[in-house]
């Protein structure tokens, strides 16, 4: 292994865990099938037995190389590994605070939001006026604000009665009023801080991403963002598209690590902007989240395999909103976490987004909505109809499926050109660097060549 | 120390810690204050300080006599810890289940119970149908049952695609309805079983004595009693008093050790009824609780620190429900829990209950509630109207506040006569035993006499 580590396995393990027990990252593009070739390693010394050799050469294994996803230890090994593409986990960097433009806010969500503070003086109870505190912050409530029914979480219950003192009844309260699976629901309570703490009341929309995420933080009173950040998704090493993720789901404890690496990576970007913005954990009070099918499956723990096999069933389209507490996201623990709803397997809350914000199914005039990412959909329609449809995308072309494929990063052709007379190919590469693999456009570019000049 | 414990202790730790560490139980009546006297130990070798000795005679300290809950170690020391009364936290036994009568249930509660079972029959998807498990399931339950909005847990979320398909579609769902917070709310999936499981649905009833504590297990729909179960609540080691375990509460951690004996105590007759019936844990849906306000603070893990203090103020008369998994009751973590109204800091939840149940408070006729527990309460009135107020009650008279008082078991003095001539006393104690101390009724008698012979 690089810098000589040395790592103590039993005879039987498999070469990739022992890898990650290493503290080393390698990534499985695909999901630890065997069938991208990536996670290639070159066993210097010592026996393996390899399971699957299909991506091999009898040359390859002559030279000692095996899949780590594929090849388990017979005995002491020593063994080579690559380094990886270390930029697939590297935070992005986030657009600074000040320069970040105000929202333009459409939706009911924003005209009506879920979560609103009320400032609240309360008269002290007295020999005369023994009301229980809840009874007494219900009562008043309702009189000054018109809230009534309110209720409330046992954490609030607990801290109640010390808050109420030391705060010399003058509190804020953060109500949650029904969500869009109880509209009429009783506003609930959801945190009391001391003092008036009106001025601002933040939310955060989250775009999980096969690829990458993205969470913005948001001004739900004034509609306006306050800061946004970006990384790629943790679960990356675990597979590159859709289905690997969902095959290495399969594996024990493959869908809680998948969840925990999502939940890490937007655990991370919620860290970052809170301490960009001078803020506690506890100041978020609402999550939105779009993303697509399989995505928000792995985001809410919820077992995706139906979605691969025919007829291809999510659990659920239109998830429930779920406690922030319950994921162990870094936000208010009494959070709600609503994913936006889905159309199916393969069309996620995260077109329901695109379209919502597009505005498209409100106009009269026919559009196509078209959304480019790991996975590609396409919806068709306006106010009266709307037909959607799906398919792999980018690494269907790249890394995952295709011997050199590649990320369209540094060195990956891009394009192709073949001469028409003496069939001699040239091409070009991602920064004139010298050629590493091949990438989508490339791909489609030396397909477009080879057709054209009659060698397909 | 009994049986030659030894314990290693820090200097200052006091001798009650240190006693419990080593693993035996000395119960403190007056919840620590050094007020009741009954934590005697005796220091046969080194150095302790005492913090109070208002209980102890300069010959008592001479021989050694010291508080338990007030002295503190000040090296290596030999103590000597006398045997407690170990019945007091020895369950009682409880009636056989084949003897236990129906309940005459009369409320409202038992004619629409919160929690309903339904047998659903489920097409399996295909691919002319590939509606996602979950609105699958709410479609269905709205179809067979007119279950409208059906909502449900992220528990139930993630194990919704395997039950299905495990149980060939064929499910009963466990619903709860709107609670009393919410008559109108959304139905709540908090449960999904393979087969049919409609022929029973269990709640329980628990009432929270000071003293004792009693679980029911009870059929909802049917309105039959299942078992029952009591047992001293395990707090008593704490205090016997609620306001000796409001002091004790203060004490860091006490809110939650108390907190801790309650549950287990509860717990300890759960699993005893749910052994004897061939039953799990997860069978039980709903569980209801009956307490004086301090009793449901504690087990809420609620401060109670200001029923104690002017103008005697609870956190809560009425506490919204909670999630029996928040409070790690042996019942299905969904399970509400769901405690009675109180009125006030000393009138609580149970004399609420006992109302109800008696339906004083639909009679013309005017009525008269006694409820004699470790605190006593009375209610008078009609269907008109209703007061009530609370005084101590039992330990009030025996062993916390009262030099030589003891609870009316084996040798308690429970009656006294004195001669009108010779002023010579005579007395009956409890089961013909040498005299151990004095109960209440002892001193009722005590006192009685001693004002007609003219002694006071």
Redesign the interface.
Known sequence: MPANIEVQAEPGALVHDVIERAGLSLVLPCGGQGRCGRCLVVVKEGRVRRRSVVRLTPQDIEQGYALACQTLLEGDATIYVPPQEMSLVRPESAASAGKVAPLAITCDHARAPWVEKYHLRIEP???AD??????RLQREAARQYGLR?L????AI??K???VL?EANWDVTLVVERGTW??P???PRLIDIRPGDTTAQTIGLAVDIGTTSNVVYMADLQQGTLIDHASAYNGQIVCGEDIISRIIYAKRPGGLEHLQKLVIDTINGLIDHMLDRQGLRAEDIYLVTVAGNTTMIHLF????P??IRL???????????P??AG?LGLHVHPEATVDCLPGV??YVGGDITAGVLRSEMSEQEAITLFIDVGTNGELVLGNSEWLISCACSAGPAFEGAGVTSGMRATQGAIEEVWINRETAEPTYRTIGNAPPQGICGSGMISLLGEMFITGVI
Do not use: K
């Open positions: 109870p007295s020999l023994n009301t229980a505190d809840w009874e029914g209720t409330t979480t046992p219950m607990s109640l009665a010390s003192r699976i109880e009429d629901a009783m809410l723990g919820l077992d395999q139906y025919e007829p291809y069933i999510p659990t659920v389209n239109h998830p429930v779920v406690r319950d199916g397997a």
